[in-house]
């Protein structure tokens, strides 16, 4: 599961040492809060987002050369 934490009456929580060491967490970093499905996920903020989603999905393309799906799709248009 995970490690338990307590909320301070401010509803504030500390980030255990090991995962911050692990994550490389400092002091005044940022990190995003979401809430999923009941779960409340914590994650350090990337330091730039582009870089952070650069290549995501890449797999889809492996089988398929981008540029002539483009022209099929662009040709099924009209």
């Known amino acids: 599961m995970g ?3 307590k909320v301070s009456p401010k509803y504030q929580v500390v ?3 090991e995962l911050r060491k692990n994550l490389e967490i400092k002091p005044s ?3 995003l809060v979401e809430e999923i499905e009941g779960m409340i ?3 350090p903020k990337p ?6 989603l650069k ?3 890449k797999e889809v393309w492996e089988e398929e ?3 002539e799906y ?9």
């Open 55 to 57: 290549g995501l999905g």
């Open 3 to 5: 490690v338990t934490v």
């Open 47 to 52: 330091k730039s987002f582009t870089g952070f």
């Open 29 to 31: 970093d940022k990190v």
């Open 41 to 43: 996920i914590v994650i």
């Open 15 to 17: 980030i255990p040492k």
């Open 65 to 67: 050369d981008a540029t």
């Open 70 to 78: 483009v022209r099929r799709e662009r040709k099924s248009w009209g």
